[in-house]
């Protein structure tokens, strides 16, 4: 499952506005954290069922990006037909979160891990398109 474009999408589009109240992480069911939006410590919006953010997928090389506080953009051009992917790691601060990664993408890491553990050169490469808690907060210690 996942979103796919229905027409062509110009670069900084808008694809997703996640609205609802932002929850305590203990809050929501383990079962939805991976469809979770972090904008604060241990703060996350979780998606409406069935809305293009509950669908949205992980890819390591994305053309979707993470702008502001609750929006998901589309990082370049994006033709009729092609899958809306973002990096799920722009979204996490969490240093102990744990994914595997199936994407495909050439460029795969095999692993989705938090903002932290990505590599100087992606988060260079991501700049402020990533969450905004991520951009105020510091690396936090290993568990």
């Given amino acids: ?36 939006l972090q904008v604060g410590y241990d703060r996350y919006v979780v998606p409406t069922r069935g809305s293009f953010g509950w669908f949205l997928n992980h890819s390591c090389d994305p053309n979707c990006v993470i702008r502001g506080e609750r929006e998901v953009a589309a990082l370049r051009e994006i033709a009729k037909g092609e899958e809306l992917t973002f990096d799920y790691s722009t979204n996490v601060g969490w240093s102990g979160f744990r994914m595997e990664c199936r994407c495909g993408a050439k460029n795969c890491r095999r692993t989705i891990g938090s903002y932290w553990q990505l590599s100087g050169g992606l988060k260079k490469r991501y700049g402020r398109n990533v969450s905004p808690y991520l951009l105020r907060s510091r690396r936090p210690k290993e568990d």
């Fill in 1 to 36: 499952m996942g979103v796919f474009a229905s027409a062509d999408i110009p670069e900084g589009a808008v694809i997703v506005r996640y609205g609802g109240k932002a929850r305590w992480i203990w809050d929501i069911p383990g079962s939805l954290w991976d469809r979770c």
